[in-house]
């Protein structure tokens, strides 16, 4: 009897503990979408990926696909080469698909956004991503701003 | 060699037990000194000394839980100081020993703490280990409280399922540490004619460390007397008793000061205070 | 000042006397590990020991715990307006820092104090010594047990205190300061990665559970065994298990995030 209320005891024990684990990996960790299935590799180059990280989602119309997988540098081109690992349940993407780098929010994370093209082709593992564009960083943004009120304001000036 | 301690116990062809030449010290302190004595097959041998002379020391020696410094303990033929960690573990499931305190598993109830050897080394069905365990109790006089804890018992009572448990595997041979230390004259007489029966009837050699004196000598074949490290005197109990020496006499009959001296060795008394001053 | 160097030196000794024997303990412990499949009942058996009755402690501490975080975070994260937030704080302080850590050293308090004033009496009274009389190694039958049931259980109550903490952070956050349900949750899912943060998690309360219960068994199976040596050696369980957890903690969390 005393020995039965023991077992009943630690098997509870041992299901909450599980139950727990498995809480914090679905709940409230991402296992369910961390998870790449079957997974195929392309890559694309950017002039510049302001503060991309690795592990950074990829995105389909808002939709997570897959997530970034490295990130390294082109030593001849200078440019960023960034690979991702796709879902291979979505393995019908054009050829010709385009990547650019986004910011969710204004504070957010930087994440990859791919916008399908055209092509009759697919993209396959170790394809290349040939459209690309690069993050917006902030201060070249203001930069640009800036310069562009000063040249509307110059040329305001010249034809008055 | 052999020839010169054949002497000592008497019957030592027949020695289940044989301590030759024994040495044991603790630290710089020497417990036992070129100790030899031989325990008879099938007796009952007593071994009494004063306390702090190494009776219990000699006791975990033959158990093969202390190293010696030198000399060696045979029991039945094997050397105990040689044998490794499995063979002495297959030694002593043929020993059974009895601690002071009677050491029962205290998260374990009576008949577990029965059945625990039995279910270490053997394989027997539930239905066979519990006539086993029942009968052991029934040994000892405690089958009704089969269902105790431990710390349920009298002191009396621990130390009678202690005996059961040490002989549920039916040993060659049981070591007793002191069992008559702190129990009522009740108690000590049941002890005392459990030891006596089990030898009897089941022909257990028994070794009974003690310094009480009348149960000891009522219950023992043969005794020696252990002080300094060493024997100090030997024989039947009868002749034990009636020992001229000095040794002897004064633990027989209590003696406060004698060969063993009152005080414990010092440096000289006045010599002590006058330093303490400065 | 010769005396000085020398009590240092044998300090030194001593402490590496004590490490070599406490190696000696575990590497006996773990050659026994093959003789516990048939003994599958007395790791249960400790797992009740070690794990049910230090549940409770560790739920309501989790609770609590998760309760001042969202408290606190809250307090914090609202000056820069992302109290969305919340959950991504409470989550990430539970299941990376708080819950192994602060689970392992309640797990010393209660379970290893314990354990540690078990053995010790056990040994004082002569147990030990009667199972090795019966040709029962201590070791296998005793410490294997209860050795394993900690590390087995280290991890569940880890899990658990960190999800009871997300409850209880959840609970202030949405409950009481109001901050939105979906975002204190997806911002959570969104950034707590599984491998990173959970099994980094998971991977520290299990090194937490070797060493907090290998110290314990060890101290008592160490101990003077007198009820003196005993008191001590259960002091000691704590005050080094505390320490080894922290300063382990440390330098997981540095191996870890692999900036060191």
């Known amino acids: ?160 | 060699m052999s020839v010169s301690t054949s002497k000592i116990g008497g019957t030592s062809d027949d020695a289940l037990v044989k301590v030759r030449n024994l040495r044991f010290t603790r630290g710089d302190r020497v417990i036992l000194k070129d100790l030899s004595l031989d325990i008879p097959r099938g007796k009952v041998t007593a071994i009494m000394g004063g306390s702090g002379c190494g009776k219990t020391t000699l006791l975990n020696l033959i158990g093969g839980r202390l190293h010696p410094d030198g000399g060696d303990v045979t029991v039945d033929g094997i050397s105990v100081p040689s044998l490794s960690t499995k063979e002495l573990f297959e030694l002593r499931k043929r020993m059974g020993m009895l601690f002071q305190t009677g050491a029962l598993l205290t998260d374990l109830t009576v008949f577990e703490n029965v059945a625990f050897p039995i279910r270490e080394h053997t394989e027997l069905p539930e239905s066979l280990l519990r006539k086993v365990v029942l009968m052991k109790l029934e040994t000892v006089g405690l089958r009704g409280a089969c269902d105790l804890m431990p710390s349920e018992l009298s002191g009396g009572m621990a130390r009678r399922v202690a005996l059961a448990r040490a002989i549920a595997l039916e040993p060659m041979m049981i070591m007793y540490d002191e069992p008559f230390t702190g129990l009522d004259p009740i108690s000590k007489g049941v002890i005392a004619k459990l030891i006596r029966e089990l030898n009897q009837t089941l022909g257990i050699t028994s070794i009974v460390i003690s310094h009480d004196v009348p149960e000891t000598c009522f219950i023992s074949d043969y005794a020696y007397l252990l002080g300094d490290g060493r024997i100090i005197g030997q024989g039947t109990p009868k002749e034990v008793q009636q020992s001229k020496s000095d040794y002897v006499r004064q633990f027989m009959d209590g003696l406060p000061d004698g060969p063993v001296p009152y005080q414990y060795p010092a440096s000289d008394y006045l010599q002590d205070l006058l330093r303490a001053r400065t | 000042m010769i005396d000085a160097i020398r009590n240092l030196g044998r300090i030194i000794l001593e402490g590496l006397e004590r490490f070599g024997r406490a190696g000696l303990f575990m590497f006996e412990v773990m050659r026994g590990t093959p003789q516990l499949r048939k003994r599958g009942a007395l790791v249960l058996q400790q797992v009740y020991g070690v794990g049910v009755l230090t549940l409770l402690i560790i739920l309501v501490s989790g609770l609590f715990v998760g309760m001042v975080l969202g408290l606190q975070g809250y307090n914090t994260l609202v000056k820069f307006g992302s109290e969305d937030t919340l959950g991504l704080l409470v989550a990430l302080s539970l299941v990376r820092e708080l819950g192994p850590v602060v689970t392992a050293l309640l797990f010393a308090g209660r379970a290893g104090s314990a354990l540690t004033a078990e053995i010790g009496l056990m040994k004082a009274t002569e147990q030990l010594a009667g199972m090795e009389m019966m040709a029962v190694n201590p070791l296998t039958r005793v410490i294997a047990p209860r050795f394993y049931a900690g590390v087995i259980a280290m991890p569940l109550l880890a899990a658990l205190f960190s999800a009871i903490g997300i409850l209880g952070g959840h609970l202030v956050g949405v409950g009481l300061l109001s901050v939105d349900a979906g975002a204190f949750w997806s911002q959570m899912q969104a950034k707590v990665d599984f491998y990173d943060d959970i099994m980094n998690g998971v991977i520290k309360s299990i090194v937490f559970g070797v060493v907090c219960t290998g110290i314990a068994v060890f101290e008592g199976y160490d101990a003077v065994p007198t009820s003196e040596g005993v008191a001590r050696a259960t002091n000691r369980t704590v005050v080094y298990s505390s320490l080894a957890v922290l300063g382990l903690d440390f330098i997981l969390t540095a191996l870890m995030l692999g900036e060191v």
Request: proline residues 2%; charged residues 20%; without cysteine.
């Open chain 1, 1 to 160: 009897m005393r020995r039965n209320v023991m077992e009943l005891w630690v098997g509870l024990f041992a299901a909450a503990g599980l139950a727990a684990l498995s809480m914090l990996a679905f709940k409230v960790g991402n296992l369910t979408t961390a998870d790449v299935v079957n997974g195929y590799r392309v890559s694309a180059q950017f002039d510049n990926i302001g503060g991309l990280k690795v592990k950074a989602p990829v995105t389909l119309a808002g939709v997570r696909i897959g997530r970034v997988s490295s990130i390294a540098i082109d030593k001849g081109h200078y440019r960023a080469v960034v690979e991702m690992q796709l879902d291979g349940r979505y393995d019908n993407l054009p050829k010709d698909s385009s990547a650019s780098i986004l910011t969710s929010g204004l504070l957010g994370d930087q994440y990859i956004g791919l916008e399908p093209g055209g092509s009759e082709k697919n993209l396959e593992s170790g394809d290349v991503i040939m459209t690309t564009a690069s993050a917006l960083v902030l201060e070249k943004l203001i930069g640009q701003v800036i310069f562009n009120n000063n040249q509307s304001g110059g040329d305001g000036n010249a034809k008055k």
